[in-house]
């Protein structure tokens, strides 16, 4: 918090318990100063991944509420602290939208999210499991949908003979199978490749080789698309 926020939040405190009022204005200033300084790392306001909110006003709320004792920064400082741990353990690190061959990039991008989590500039990153929310029937039901949109021209006995020479395909089925996004089934958003549905992604420079995985924002897209499907069906 800023110190107009510190100064707005201290002013709800002194309502609530008249007790805290400073005896004079250079009493007050002080009393802003350190909170400014001991608050400076808590945010007003900060979302939660089970849809429970951080506000710094409802903590003072509930503390004077249930507490005889004058309310200090600390009894603040240590609801956030609590609150913080709670949402970087549920948060799960988004692929960044840069190079993953570019290290020190890849690694600053994550380092940055997780930053902005962990004092409450940005939402958590939570990814759903994917077979909440649905019974194992209508699981089979998908991968059965899926693997017919693959198509199905052979005994399985002969295609799992030949899967070491169908690797893509195999790896295809096997995704299906297992209820897991598929990132050959949408087209791969990443720039410098543009591979279409059901081709591989492609590396960079000149020879434009074709890659043995897909970009992290093409496995990004898939796993959206299949949350989306599942949470429609």
Known sequence: MNRTEVGALLAYAVRLDPRLAPEDQAAADERLDQWAELLAEVPPTAPHPDGRHWHAGHVVKQYIATNPYRIQPSDIGSKWAAFRRDTLGRHTDPVPA??????????????????????????????????????????????????????DYMPRTVKSQLAPLRRRRAERERLATDGLPDPLGVPCPYETCRARAGHPCRGGGKKRH????????????????????????
């Open 98 to 151: 840069v190079d993953p061959d570019n290290a020190p990039a890849y690694r600053a991008a994550l380092a940055g999210t997780r930053r902005a989590v962990a004092i409450g500039q940005a939402a958590p990153a939570v990814y759903r499991e994917l077979t909440g929310g649905s019974t194992r029937d209508e699981r089979n039901e998908f991968a059965a949908a899926r693997l017919a949109a693959l198509g």
């Open 210 to 233: 074709e890659r043995a995985t897909p970009h992290p924002s093409r496995v990004d897209v898939a796993t959206a698309q299949q949350n989306a499907q599942q949470a429609a069906a």
